[in-house]
């Protein structure tokens, strides 16, 4: 990874200004937490954490130059010229006219489909991610998943496992379901599939189906220049462009998109919604003011609009991303030099741990992932996130039963190498005593995204 010689540590296009203590928990502390949490690690204390791999959501370290951009905040209630600012941002990158802050992503997603989405009503999407699906059903909707078939093996090497399965999606179109689609949404990058990026080709075939169809197609744009970043690597005759550049073909494919900008924007709250259709901007700013707030600031304090703004175009500079998809992949390596099997290729914002080959021995019952996920915390103090039958077991379409997979999600510009080599240490350490991994049983299961607040115990 670049400039730094033998090693594959990736150069951090960054020096340290602020620092904040790392708590060192002791295993009985960590025991008790376990306790107290029902097993469920949304339920840390985060002074009980000593390296939270939980979400990139949100979680990013915010530059000088956003820090500053803070300070500048202009906090009227209308007109802010923080919005002015951020509308410009997010309409030269994506090209959409029609911008509307939201407070995150679900907030965005809740926007769209409340104004799209009827009961009984089918939304196509590559592979939802859990509060997509969790909206699209809220309003009676049923999400269907149309990844390609490589998305679903973890050892397929497919430089693109984000693609959309075409000959689904152009069966889908074609039949008699037709007139229930009221839109067919593209995740890039896809988060429940491990990270992987969508191709420009597959969007440009996925972008002709719909308009054949005239079905407006929507893009889930949370990481989108990671998936640029890819794009610019792998796709024959891309290498030339920049991000940007990348970026215009992408959206110039869409109709509109939702963005959670706690992911590729760097800030640790804000979303919007974008779309080319001037008929749905009225409704979705009707719904805007119903749900989030006036339309010039979204659910959001102006100064957050002036960070989001900074956040999302220093989200698309080349050497940041190099950094940021070097030390996603060296982590992946320093896992993979101790034999432990993950979810292939390395994805843009996590490596994802393989629980079925890593946990051979346990059944599904046991609830391998979640076991997985706890024991290590209790290894090293280490937070991740279950992405498998607990998250989206209650959800299945039946198309195809739930990758299982625990997530290590990497922060953007928090961890250096040094954290990285111990959680490979620790992980390494539990993969070698894996055979003594015990499952667990759900003793409270919420109905709605039940991973969340769920409990578990040991078995
Ligand atoms: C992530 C999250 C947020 C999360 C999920 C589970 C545990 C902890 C945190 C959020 C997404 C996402 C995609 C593709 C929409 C949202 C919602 N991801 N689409 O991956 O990944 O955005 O959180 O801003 O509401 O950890 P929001």
Wanted: charged fraction near 25%; proline fraction near 6%; include cysteine.
């Amino acid at each position: 990874m670049g400039s730094t010689g033998e090693s594959r540590q990736p150069f951090e296009p960054f020096r340290i200004k602020v620092v904040e203590a790392i708590p060192n928990p002791s295993p009985e502390r960590r025991e008790a937490a376990l306790v107290r949490a029902g097993y469920n690690l949304f339920g840390l204390l985060s002074d009980e954490i000593r390296v939270d791999l939980l979400t990139d959501s949100g979680t990013s370290a915010m530059s000088d130059r956003q820090w500053a951009g803070l300070q500048t905040g202009d906090e009227s209630y209308a007109g802010s010229r923080n919005f002015t600012h951020f509308e410009a941002v997010a309409r030269e990158i994506t090209g959409f006219p029609h911008i509307l802050p939201a407070h995150q992503g679900r907030a965005a997603e809740n926007l769209l489909f409340s104004a799209m989405v009827q009961p009984g009503m089918i939304v196509p999407n590559n592979m939802h991610f859990d509060t997509t699906q969790a909206h699209v059903r809220h309003k009676g909707g049923i999400p269907q998943n149309l990844a390609i078939s490589e998305a679903y093996d973890p050892r397929s090497e497919h430089p693109f496992k984000g693609d959309v399965n075409l000959e689904r999606l152009q069966a889908l179109l074609d039949g008699p379901d037709r007139p229930r689609i009221p839109l067919v949404m593209v995740t890039i990058t896809n988060n429940t599939g491990g990270g992987q990026p969508v191709s420009l080709t597959n969007l440009t075939a996925v972008s002709a189906i719909c308009q054949a169809h005239h079905v407006p197609l929507y893009l889930d744009m949370c990481r989108w220049a990671e998936n640029a970043y890819f794009i610019k690597e792998r796709e024959p005759g891309m290498s030339g462009l920049s991000i940007g550049e990348i970026g215009h073909r992408i959206f110039a494919l869409a109709d509109g998109a939702t963005m959670s900008a706690k992911k590729d924007g760097l800030v640790n709250i804000g979303g919007f919604v974008a779309t080319r259709d001037a008929e749905l901007f009225d409704r979705l700013k009707e719904l805007l003011i119903l749900y989030e707030g006036f339309p010039t600031y979204g659910g959001l304090a102006r100064r957050d609009l002036e960070a989001m703004a900074i956040g999302l175009r220093e989200a698309m500079e080349f050497d940041y991303l190099a950094y940021r998809v070097g030390q996603v992949r060296y982590l992946a390596e320093r896992l993979e030099a101790r034999g432990v099997p993950i979810f292939r290729p390395v994805g843009g914002h996590g490596v994802y741990l393989d629980v079925t080959r890593f946990l051979d021995h346990m059944d599904p019952k046991e609830l391998p992932g979640q076991a997985l996920v706890v024991e290590i915390y209790r290894e090293g103090g280490i937070r991740t996130v279950e992405i498998g039958s607990i998250m989206f077991g209650d959800s299945e379409d039946g198309s195809h039963p739930p990758l299982e997979l625990v997530r290590l999600a990497i922060p953007r510009r928090v961890y250096t190498s040094s954290h990285m080599e111990y959680v490979a240490e620790c992980v390494g350490r539990v993969y070698a005593r894996r055979k003594s991994v015990r499952g667990l049983r759900m003793t409270h299961s919420p109905e709605r995204l039940r991973h969340f607040t769920a409990r578990f115990a040991p078995l």
